[in-house]
């Protein structure tokens, strides 16, 4: 039996949501929805904005690409990059993708969710993760759910 949560995060603050719910939860999956892979690290990122490397933060794989930055010592990977599913990118940074791959996380693409449909993005996400807990990222409902700023992506890079 699946357990699951619906928590609505917004990129850079999702480091602290997600990672609270893992203290509470430390078999948590997450499942990140969203057309941006969020996985830079600060050394690779294009922009070096904070809101692109969430995930980049929780990695275990990830630790020693992270260097130390002020106010955010009490940030300790806790996830796996085998508990990580990415459903709906669209717009990912070529350093981003190399790291997907060089993971082997899953993820599907807006193409992928075209040709194979919804439904069976998800069986495999969910046979994927197994019977664990997990946390779902979604921006696309919380610009729903709240006002904030939208705005749309004219191509792809996947």
Request: glycine letters at 6%; aromatic letters at 10%.
């Amino acid at each position: 039996m699946y357990q699951s949560i619906l928590r609505l995060f917004s990129h850079s603050l999702a480091i602290g949501s997600v990672s609270g719910h893992a203290q509470q939860c430390p078999d948590l999956c997450l499942i990140w929805v969203d057309a941006h892979a969020d996985i830079n690290t600060p050394m690779s990122s294009p922009s070096g904005n904070l809101h692109g490397q969430p995930v980049a933060f929780m990695l275990k794989e990830l630790t020693d690409k992270m260097p130390d930055i002020p106010g955010f010592s009490w940030t300790k990977p806790f996830l796996s990059s085998s508990d990580l599913v990415y459903i709906g990118l669209r717009d990912v940074d070529p350093g981003e993708y190399h790291l997907l791959k060089n993971l082997g996380i899953q993820y599907f693409t807006m193409r992928d969710i075209d040709r194979l449909g919804i439904q069976r993005v998800m069986e495999v996400t969910l046979d994927h993760l197994l019977s664990r807990h997990v946390a779902l990222f979604t921006s696309f409902l919380f610009c729903l759910c709240a006002k904030c700023l939208f705005f749309h992506l004219k191509s792809s890079h996947l």
